[in-house]
């Protein structure tokens, strides 16, 4: 690429095999029978739970020529900011019951963190590798429990990240290396004191954990589906997802193929460019998982993954319909429209990690070089579109320097301009 040539705001990498996939034995693997309606009964019982809003934002809908724009706003859930927390606490829970010998039997929340459950457990230490929210998550289920965490970050996590991990009182260990190496130390470690690791990827011989992480996710799409009933649509069409190990994204591909099989909605995966290991297994495209390199020095810190789950890419390889990544400015550009939404729609707050999704969307229906994905994959008026802003305000230094500053701005060639619309 010439230096002076701004990267183009969308790589995609389209997988027709996933759209000829009726029903995938990793779908059904990861998520059997009857687990959305488990995992959404525990969530419920949890102090404060509160299904996360559905927001619509209708007018941006209409600016970009589709149908609706749903957006499900997880950046207060359980006031921990970001969606992790359903994954890391769910884990905890089914952990727990197997480690009691309880799997046939219910175990309700108030059991859970009691006294006596704690005596039968005796002192456990739980730990994990983390961006900033899923180490927040487990953070918060240990001491729910009464129980200790300690929490590995990268060199690059931010004080403010590692304070939100610290009020809980869990110990953070910073790793002078990226993601993927805090998961690598978090697991020698844990192998030498004895530690429990709830970790939100999977390696092998390690595989339960981050299948229960990745269904605690499935209580943001069984609320979704309840309150789009609410409206009178039965499902999206579309769905962007966001993704950095890829669970959240097998999570809600896998949960719309489990419910649907091949009547689901079109999904498309968004990663960022510096941390594109999805994109690049499609491009390999051997149904392998693959890992990339480097630095993965994104503003999107929660994607910033060079090393695929596998158990995640298994469902992808067979529900997703395109990979793509995005520069971070397409972050950027997401974040100041929720901020800023047209008159007469919500307010958003989102982070890099979260907003993503709203930018791609932007970018592929606006701009005429993207016709040919967009019209890939039937985007237009009828398009019910479900975006998951996976984050609030995670990181106020870096959300301000972004939506007050204007930090990560899109390159001139890559600014709106009203010709696009009347191109349409
Ligand atoms: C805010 C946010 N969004 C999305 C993701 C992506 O989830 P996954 O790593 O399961 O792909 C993360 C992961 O930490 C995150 O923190």
């Keep these: 690429m010439d230096m002076n040539t701004p990267e183009s705001p969308i790589e995609w990498v389209p997988n027709p095999r996933a759209g000829t996939i009726d029903s995938s034995p990793a779908v059904a693997a990861a998520f059997p029978d009857g687990i959305f309606q488990e995992v959404q009964t525990f969530h419920r019982q949890i102090p404060g739970y509160r299904p996360s809003p559905l927001r619509s934002l209708g007018n941006l809908a209409s ?38 010998g309880l799997e046939d039997q219910a175990l309700s929340f108030d059991e859970l963190v009691s006294e006596s459950t704690k005596a039968k457990l005796g002192d456990l230490t739980f730990a994990t590798a983390t961006d900033g929210n899923h180490g927040r998550g487990v953070a918060w289920g240990a001491s729910k429990l009464n129980c200790k965490a300690v929490i590995y ?85 579309h769905v962007f997802m966001q993704a950095g190990v890829g ?10 193929s489990s419910r649907f099989g091949a009547d689901r909605p079109t999904t498309v995966v968004v990663e960022p460019t510096k941390a594109e290991c999805l994109l690049h297994s499609a491009k ?72 993503v999704t709203l930018g791609a969307l932007m970018f592929l229906a606006e701009f005429p070089q993207f016709r040919e994905q967009k019209d890939s994959i039937g985007l237009g008026p009828h398009s019910q579109v479900l975006l998951i802003n996976s984050e609030g305000n995670t990181d106020p230094d870096d959300f301000r320097h972004v939506v007050w500053e204007g930090a990560a701005s899109v390159p001139r060639e890559y600014r709106w301009s009203p010709e696009y619309r009347a191109a349409r």
């Design 63 to 100: 600016m970009l020529g589709v149908g609706g724009i749903w957006v499900k706003d997880e950046s207060q859930r359980l006031d921990l900011n970001s969606f992790k927390v359903l994954g890391g606490s769910f884990a905890i829970y089914r952990f727990i019951k197997a480690k009691l």
């Design 284 to 355: 390999v495209g051997d149904g392998r998982p693959h890992n990339v390199g480097g630095d993965l020095n994104t503003i999107m810190a929660g994607l910033a993954c060079g090393e695929p789950n596998p158990i995640a890419w298994d469902v992808l390889w067979d529900t997703v319909d395109a990979f793509t990544a995005c520069p971070d400015y397409v972050a950027a550009k997401g974040m100041r429209v929720y901020a800023t939404p047209l008159a007469g729609d919500p307010f958003i707050v989102s982070g890099e990690s979260g907003a």
């Design 153 to 237: 970050v990268h060199k690059d996590t931010s004080i403010a990240r590692i304070e939100a991990i610290e009020s809980y009182g869990a110990e953070v260990h910073v790793i002078d290396g990226t993601y993927d190496d805090a998961v690598h130390q978090a697991s020698v470690d844990a192998e030498a004191n004895g530690w429990q690791i709830i970790s939100d990827t999977s390696w092998e011989g390690y595989t339960d954990i981050p299948r229960w992480v990745m269904q605690g996710y499935t209580t943001m799409l069984s609320e979704t589906q309840e309150q789009l009933a609410g409206t009178g649509i039965i499902k999206p069409t």
């Design 247 to 256: 669970s959240l994204a097998a999570a809600t591909a896998g949960f719309y």
